[in-house]
């Protein structure tokens, strides 16, 4: 099921800084970004973490942060066999941690003990970005190792073919628009998540 309409919570002022306030959504389950590269997922993971007052995680940041060295670098000394298995490791060990917001890197989601691991702990959203927004978004970024070829428009064409079919695997899909601002896209997050009161509760 695809959102693309904004929330009816676009627009209403934030009292998640008020000492005292009630907060107006609750979270049952950690939500758990999955897309391809360029999606948004870090971006409106953020947003969405934000409107509901809960920790914001990023898997890759977490890898980055305990190699001391890039994704890129990891990918160059140690290969994507070794980025996997590690990023698994950091996947599971941050959705045991406390309920939050986590982006995952564009792969995580094609492993399925990741998919298990995430829809027993959490609930899969899938930002569903067309392939020439995601082109328009990573073309001039040397930052991803997938697209270190000859050709990465293609290879990103192709990355895109295989991997689509799994993301339609996720609990929820939100579709991405071009004119989608991250706010907009944030709104269409929660509203995509308060079908599933087991997940997000408005209170």
């Known amino acids: 099921m695809a959102f693309s309409v904004r929330s009816r919570h676009s627009g209403k002022k934030s009292e998640f800084g008020q000492v005292g306030a009630v907060l107006p959504f609750k979270l049952k389950k950690s939500i758990v970004m999955v897309g391809m590269m360029g999606a948004g997922k870090t971006a409106v993971g953020q947003a969405v973490a934000n409107r509901l007052h809960v920790p914001f995680l990023d898997s890759d940041e977490e890898i980055v942060r305990a190699a001391n060295m890039s994704i890129a670098e990891i990918f160059e000394r140690d290969g994507e066999e ?4 590690r990023e698994s490791e950091v996947i599971g060990r941050l959705l045991d941690t406390e309920r939050a917001v986590l982006s ?16 027993e702990r959490g609930v899969a959203v899938w930002l569903n970005a067309d392939l020439d927004l995601l082109w328009s978004r990573v073309k001039h970024k040397d930052t991803r190792p997938l697209l270190r ?6 290879t990103l064409t192709e990355i895109y073919d295989t991997r689509v079919p799994v993301y339609a695997q996720a609990d929820l899909s939100v579709e991405a628009q071009r004119d989608f601002t991250i706010a907009d896209m944030a709104n269409a ?3 995509a998540l308060l079908t599933r009161p087991d997940v997000l509760e408005e209170t």
């Open 82 to 85: 070794f980025f996997r298995k």
């Open 104 to 119: 995952t890197g564009g792969g995580a989601f094609m492993s399925e003990q990741n998919r298990n691991m995430i829809s």
């Open 149 to 154: 070829t000859a050709n990465p428009k293609v």
């Open 189 to 191: 997050v929660v509203a």
